[in-house]
């Protein structure tokens, strides 16, 4: 009796294994507003304590070559959604009024018919839920948006810059109010909470979610003593440092969460920024040129931590991987068993080998451009201004206008900070990298509006 009992729960054991390999993971895609790299304590940023960060990165993956898709929101959201270069659709900057955009020389919003990441997804059966900020089109005086429903996504809760704007948090025609339900300091918290919901909902069934909180993007507002002091938002370094930290506390009740809902081995979460912060206070940018609306590191390098715990073992840093946010999309569809994914209309990679723990050297170029004229893209000031292409190869990264002017060259190996133009010592690889960058830019399609 005690064999027979023995071997029945063998059976069990090996039937639960086998159920777990094939059930789908979630996947949650957790996009922080202007973060830069130095940050999080783990990526060596010293300005505030990120225990509960430091504790994600522990427990999964810390990569260190992690690169955006643009150094501002729109473009940067427009390419992890669709695992494009944004400018195929036309978002260059980030999007605003109609005049705003035209100056910008963009779309009024991302067009619906793109493929996205939560579109193939469903179409494996996942559940689509989008919880934080769009900024993909829609607000101010874009009234003829998509709604966010058009782009795959089952459930949604956005902010002021979406087609459809949460009225919690939404109480006034701006990013946020005195009036809101939902005060700007709990907006983290109302999003993770949001995102728990809905993963208690569906579970035992596989979800995609984008949780992309409008922290730690100013203007700053820690509590109700700030907003009284300060009625439209902060930024100073005080407040900068109440909003992470209390940003920080939101991701660790993210993956408490998990635990609690008895999902946690089965997601992986994706934790990264969509572009670098600003301002850097010296320090936002680690060892990083530039800021946000630069094309030098400290403007499209992004802290990335991948943690699943039922596959990979953590405590892991991969410093070998150059990944892209245009990757997400087919990475995310190898995982979640997405049979076909559209070409040539995705640039990025599958990469969900590195991501499951296995680096590997990048083979295909990486390829960026901001800055399409001087009088909307007049910013940053000084040495973190950057020419307006960019082109990431091996160790090699240029950078030149677009007029094939200005050409700039570094090892990025050698020279992370990007302080030591070799492209007078290296004219064979600067010719080749300028060649490749005017090309693919010139290649890129015009604006119809």
Same mark, same amino acid.
């Given at each position: 009796?005690?064999?027979?009992?023995?071997?029945?729960?063998? &059976? #069990?054991? !090996?039937?639960?294994?086998?159920? /777990?390999? *094939?059930?789908?993971? =979630?996947?949650?895609?957790?996009?922080?507003?202007?973060?830069?790299?130095?940050?999080?304590?783990?990526?060596?940023?010293?300005?505030?304590?990120?225990?509960?960060?430091?504790?994600?990165?522990?427990?999964?993956?810390?990569?260190?070559?992690?690169?955006?898709?643009?150094?501002? &929101?729109?473009?940067?959201?427009?390419? #992890?959604?669709?695992?494009?270069?944004?400018?195929?659709?036309?978002?260059?900057?980030?999007?605003?009024?109609?005049?705003?955009?035209?100056?910008?020389? *963009?779309?009024?919003?991302?067009?619906?018919?793109?493929?996205?990441?939560?579109? #193939?997804?469903?179409?494996?059966?996942?559940?689509?839920?989008?919880?934080?900020?769009?900024?993909?089109?829609?607000?101010?005086?874009?009234?003829?948006?998509?709604?966010?429903?058009?782009?795959?996504?089952?459930?949604?809760?956005?902010?002021?810059?979406?087609?459809?704007?949460?009225?919690?948090?939404?109480?006034?025609?701006?990013?946020?109010?005195?009036?809101?339900?939902?005060?700007?300091?709990?907006?983290?918290?109302?999003?993770?909470?949001?995102?728990?919901?809905?993963?208690?909902?569906?579970?035992?069934?596989? &979800?995609?979610?984008?949780?992309?909180?409008?922290?730690?993007?100013?203007?700053?507002?820690?509590?109700?003593? @700030?907003?009284?002091?300060?009625?439209?938002?902060?930024?100073?370094?005080?407040? /900068?440092?109440?909003?992470?930290?209390?940003?920080?506390?939101?991701?660790?009740?993210?993956?408490?969460?998990?635990?609690?809902?008895?999902? @946690?081995?089965?997601?992986?979460?994706?934790?990264?920024?969509? =572009? $670098?912060?600003?301002?850097?206070?010296?320090?936002?940018? %680690?060892?990083?040129?530039?800021?946000?609306?630069?094309?030098?590191?400290?403007?499209?390098?992004?802290?990335?931590?991948?943690?699943?715990? %039922?596959?990979?073992?953590?405590?892991?840093?991969?410093?070998?991987?150059?990944?892209?946010?245009?990757?997400?999309?087919?990475?995310? &569809?190898?995982?979640?068993?997405?049979?076909?994914?559209?070409?040539?209309?995705?640039?990025?990679?599958?990469?969900?080998?590195?991501?499951?723990?296995?680096?590997?050297?990048?083979?295909?170029?990486?390829?960026?451009?901001?800055?399409?004229?001087?009088?909307?893209?007049?910013?940053?000031? $000084?040495? =973190?201004?950057?020419?307006?292409?960019?082109?990431?190869?091996?160790?090699?990264?240029?950078?030149?206008?677009? =007029?094939?002017?200005?050409?700039?060259?570094?090892?990025?190996?050698?020279?992370?900070?990007?302080?030591?133009? !070799?492209?007078?010592?290296?004219?064979?690889?600067?010719?080749?990298?300028?060649?490749?960058? #005017?090309?693919?830019?010139?290649?890129?399609?015009?604006?119809?509006?």
């Amino acid at each position: 009796m005690k064999i027979t009992t023995f071997l029945a729960a063998i &059976c #069990l054991c !090996l039937t639960a294994s086998a159920a /777990f390999a *094939q059930q789908k993971p =979630n996947i949650i895609l957790v996009l922080t507003d202007d973060m830069g790299v130095g940050d999080i304590a783990c990526y060596g940023g010293s300005l505030v304590p990120t225990p509960h960060l430091d504790r994600m990165a522990a427990e999964g993956i810390r990569f260190t070559q992690y690169y955006s898709a643009s150094p501002i &929101c729109s473009p940067s959201r427009a390419g #992890l959604l669709t695992g494009s270069y944004p400018a195929r659709w036309n978002i260059t900057s980030y999007l605003q009024t109609r005049k705003g955009n035209a100056a910008c020389e *963009q779309a009024d919003f991302l067009r619906a018919d793109v493929p996205t990441v939560a579109k #193939l997804l469903k179409s494996a059966g996942y559940h689509t839920g989008h919880f934080g900020k769009w900024h993909l089109g829609g607000g101010r005086d874009v009234k003829n948006a998509p709604s966010i429903q058009a782009y795959g996504f089952d459930e949604y809760s956005s902010t002021w810059e979406s087609p459809d704007p949460d009225p919690l948090i939404t109480a006034e025609n701006w990013i946020w109010s005195k009036t809101d339900s939902v005060k700007r300091w709990d907006r983290t918290g109302y999003f993770v909470d949001r995102t728990l919901a809905f993963l208690a909902k569906h579970k035992g069934q596989p &979800c995609f979610i984008n949780l992309w909180p409008d922290d730690v993007h100013t203007p700053w507002v820690a509590d109700e003593k @700030d907003m009284q002091r300060y009625p439209e938002g902060a930024q100073g370094r005080r407040q /900068f440092e109440a909003v992470m930290k209390n940003y920080d506390r939101q991701m660790g009740r993210l993956m408490e969460g998990l635990k609690k809902l008895g999902i @946690d081995q089965h997601t992986i979460v994706v934790f990264t920024s969509d =572009n $670098g912060a600003l301002p850097t206070f010296d320090t936002r940018s %680690g060892q990083y040129r530039g800021s946000k609306l630069s094309l030098y590191e400290g403007g499209i390098r992004m802290p990335l931590i991948v943690r699943y715990p %039922g596959a990979t073992k953590g405590g892991r840093v991969d410093s070998v991987s150059i990944l892209s946010a245009t990757d997400m999309l087919p990475t995310f &569809c190898k995982l979640a068993g997405v049979k076909q994914v559209p070409q040539p209309a995705v640039d990025g990679v599958d990469r969900a080998d590195v991501l499951l723990g296995k680096p590997s050297p990048r083979e295909r170029t990486l390829f960026w451009e901001y800055g399409r004229n001087d009088s909307t893209f007049g910013y940053p000031r $000084g040495k =973190n201004r950057s020419p307006s292409v960019a082109v990431r190869q091996g160790k090699w990264k240029l950078l030149v206008n677009a =007029n094939g002017a200005g050409a700039e060259l570094y090892d990025l190996e050698k020279d992370p900070g990007e302080q030591h133009d !070799l492209s007078r010592q290296h004219p064979a690889e600067t010719a080749q990298l300028t060649g490749k960058a #005017l090309a693919w830019f010139r290649a890129l399609p015009a604006l119809r509006k």
